[in-house]
């Protein structure tokens, strides 16, 4: 008798039953699948133009079910857009107990390497991902607000200033127009580190107008 092929793709039936002699997959392990099936897609193409039957054929089971861990094209080009920015919106991580300038640094430099080493992948999730399709418009705005606390914090304001309202726009605006350098950054003309140094000092000066006045 064969041996199952642990995380193999199950064969679907009339009912949905998996064929006997591969493994099952969890509802969350067939969703993290068919989301990264999605992501490398992703790198060659827009994601509106990502197609299901590819994506089920590549997962070994029918277009159908795909609509079953994601019930519209929409809740699956999210599912994508939304690990894709997890690993390049967020950057780097900043060092634990490290002064503010340097951790800054360290999440920009991160950053900048991300898109270095993934800049297809990147320019289609900022500039081509959405498509027009509101879900996908959500998720890259969710993603964006999720990280202003880390930069402020980082940069060493208290974690509450992340709060305030103008903190949190200004901070949003800085960090979109981030996205924007590195969409336009050629390597060859501006070296890694410089365009980190004055990045970091870019961020450090909106930080500092933001804090409060002692006088």
């Not at 969703?31 to 099936?37: D, F, G, K, P, S």
């Not at 509106?48 to 054929?57: G, I, T, W």
């Not at 297809?120 to 081509?128: A, M, P, T």
């Amino acid at each position: 008798m064969p041996a199952k092929t642990a995380g193999a793709a199950e064969t679907t039936g009339p009912a949905g039953s998996a064929t006997p002699g591969r493994t099952r997959l969890s509802a969350a392990e067939r969703r993290a699948q068919l989301t990264e099936i999605g992501l490398e897609l992703l790198a060659d193409q827009p994601i509106h133009e990502l197609a299901l039957d590819e994506v089920a054929d590549k997962a070994g089971i029918s277009r159908t079910l795909v609509f079953h861990y994601f019930p519209t094209k929409s809740d699956f080009y999210a599912a994508v857009v939304e690990r894709a920015g997890q690993r390049l919106l967020a950057g780097g991580k900043a060092p634990t107990g490290a002064p503010g300038p340097e951790r800054v640094h360290s999440l920009i430099s991160g950053y900048l390497r991300l898109v270095e080493s993934s800049r297809d992948l990147y320019v289609r999730l900022v500039r081509g991902a959405a498509g027009g399709d509101p879900a996908v418009i959500r998720t890259i705005d969710d993603l964006r607000t999720a990280l202003i606390p880390t930069w402020v914090v980082a940069a060493g304001a208290p974690g509450e200033s992340a709060a305030d309202p103008l903190t949190a726009l200004l901070v949003r605006g800085w960090l979109v127009g981030l996205e924007e350098v590195a969409l336009a950054w050629d390597p060859t003309a501006v070296a890694h580190e410089e365009l980190a140094d004055a990045l970091t000092a870019s961020f450090l000066a909106l930080i500092a107008t933001l804090a409060p006045s002692t006088d």
